[in-house]
C-alpha cells in the first residue's frame, strides 16, 4: 500500500495572501517563454515550471509588470520601485503547491515568481502604454484612493526597538502613527500588541485603535504587504471562532483594507458573511461604507446586493450605517428608498477616522443623494 503523505494547496499571493488563478500564455507577447498572470491586488506573475530558469523568469515578469515596456523595466530599482516575492515547489500541471518535490513520479520544482509595482510607477507604465478607461463615452471616476509614498529603506546596521505592550498601548492612546510605524517595521509583535488593544470597554478606544492599525498596515505594506496579509488572516479566523470574542476586528479589517485597498480590496468580500449577525451586523456596513469612501470600485466588485435590504431596517444604526455605505457607492437603483429617510430624525454614532461623530439618519440620507446626483 502506498503511503500518500503529499500536503498541496493552491498558490496564493505573497502580498495579499489571496489565491492566484493558475498562468496563461501571454498575448501578443515579444517575450512568450513563460505563462503570466495578475493577481487582482495588482501583482503579476511568471511560472518556471522546471525552477531551473528563474533569472528570466523574472525579467519576464519585470516586462510583463511594465505593460511590455523594455526601457522602463530596466530602470527600474528593487525596493524602491517594485516588490518581488516566490512561491516555490510550485506544479504548473495541477496548479498546486507541494510540500515534496516528487509528485507521482513527477519532479515538482516549479516556482512562481511576483513583482508588485508601486502605485506611482505602476500609474507611469499606463500611461506611457496609453491606456484610457471609459464608460459610455467618459472617463471612468477616480476613486479618493492615494496610495502612500514607498516607506524609506531602514539602515540594516541601526539598533532595532523591541516592541512592549506598555510602549505600544501608550503610543496608540497618543495617535504616534510615525512612532508605530518604525516599531511595526523593527519587530512585528507591534501589529499583535496592537490588536490586543481593541479588547478594551471603552468603544470609542477600540475604533481610534482599530483606525490606527489601519493607518499603520497601510504604510508598512509598502515594504512588508504580506506581514499585513496575516494579520488579516488571523483577524478572520478569530472572527470564525465561536468560542473567542471578536471585538473591533470587523473594524479593524475595514481600516486595514480601506487604507489599502489596492492590495487587500479582496479582503472585502469576505466581510459580507457576518452581515446577519446582530453584534457585527453594523460594524459589517460600517466597515463597507469607508472601504467606499476610498475605492467605491473595490465595494461594487462584492456581492453588496445582499445588504440592500437593511435599507429600511427597523434598527436606526443598521439603517443609518446602510445609508451612508449605499451614498458612497452611489446606489442609483436605491435612491427612491433613500429620499423616504430624509426626514428621519432618528440619532445614531458613526465613527469617522477613529472619532466618533453624532448624527441622524435623516442627514445621512441627505448626504448620500447628494452623492448619487452627482452621478445623474
Known amino acids: 500500500m502506498v503511503k500518500e503523505a503529499t500536503i498541496k494547496v493552491r498558490p496564493w499571493c505573497p502580498f495579499c495572501g489571496q489565491d492566484v488563478d493558475q498562468p496563461q500564455e501571454p ?20 511560472s518556471d515550471p522546471t525552477g531551473f530558469n ?37 506544479d504548473e500541471v495541477t496548479h498546486q503547491v507541494y510540500e515534496i518535490k516528487n509528485v507521482d513520479g513527477r519532479k515538482v520544482g516549479g516556482v512562481l515568481y ?7 510607477i505602476a500609474d507611469l507604465s499606463k500611461r506611457l502604454k496609453g491606456h484610457k478607461q471609459e464608460v459610455g463615452g467618459k472617463i471612468k471616476s477616480v476613486s479618493k484612493f492615494i496610495a502612500p509614498e514607498m516607506e524609506p529603506a531602514r539602515d540594516p546596521k ?13 503610543l496608540v492612546l497618543a495617535g504616534d502613527i510615525d512612532s508605530l510605524v518604525d516599531f511595526a517595521f523593527d519587530d512585528l509583535k507591534t501589529l499583535r500588541f496592537m490588536q490586543r488593544l481593541l479588547y478594551d470597554p471603552l468603544e470609542d478606544n477600540r475604533w481610534l485603535c482599530a483606525y490606527i492599525i489601519g493607518q499603520v498596515c497601510a ?6 504587504p504580506g506581514a499585513v496579509s496575516d494579520m488579516l488572516h488571523r483577524m478572520y479566523e478569530a472572527c470564525t471562532d ?22 487587500y480590496g479582496g479582503f472585502s468580500r469576505h466581510l459580507l458573511m457576518y452581515r446577519a449577525v446582530p453584534s457585527s451586523r453594523v460594524q459589517v456596513l460600517w466597515a463597507m461604507g469607508s472601504i467606499a469612501e476610498m475605492s467605491p470600485e473595490t465595494v461594487r466588485n462584492t456581492p453588496i446586493y ?3 435590504n437593511y435599507i429600511d431596517h427597523p434598527d436606526s444604526f443598521t439603517r443609518g450605517h446602510a445609508i451612508r455605505l449605499f451614498g458612497r457607492i452611489k446606489t442609483v437603483e436605491l435612491k427612491s428608498e ?7 430624525e432618528a440619532g445614531l454614532t458613526v465613527y469617522e477616522h477613529g472619532k466618533p461623530v453624532q448624527t441622524t439618519v435623516g442627514a445621512l440620507a441627505r448626504e448620500a443623494l447628494k452623492l448619487i446626483q452627482e452621478t445623474d
Open 27 to 46: 498575448v501578443q507577447r515579444k517575450m512568450d517563454e513563460f505563462k503570466v498572470g495578475t493577481c487582482q491586488c495588482g501583482a503579476v506573475y511568471t
Open 54 to 90: 528563474v533569472g528570466s523568469a523574472m525579467v519576464e515578469c519585470m516586462v510583463y509588470a511594465c505593460d511590455d515596456n523594455a526601457d522602463l523595466a530596466w530602470e527600474l530599482m528593487p525596493d524602491e520601485d517594485y516588490l518581488t516575492g516566490r512561491i516555490d515547489n510550485y
Open 114 to 120: 511576483f513583482i508588485r509595482l508601486t502605485k506611482d
Open 158 to 170: 541601526r539598533q532595532k526597538k523591541r516592541a512592549s505592550k506598555q510602549e505600544i498601548k501608550k
Open 219 to 224: 504604510r508598512l505594506a509598502t515594504r512588508k
Open 242 to 263: 465561536s468560542a473567542a470574542t471578536h471585538w473591533g476586528l470587523i473594524e479593524t479589517i475595514g481600516s486595514i483594507i480601506a487604507a489599502r485597498p489596492d492590495i
Open 306 to 308: 445582499s445588504v440592500f
Open 338 to 344: 433613500i429620499e423616504k429617510q430624509i426626514d428621519d
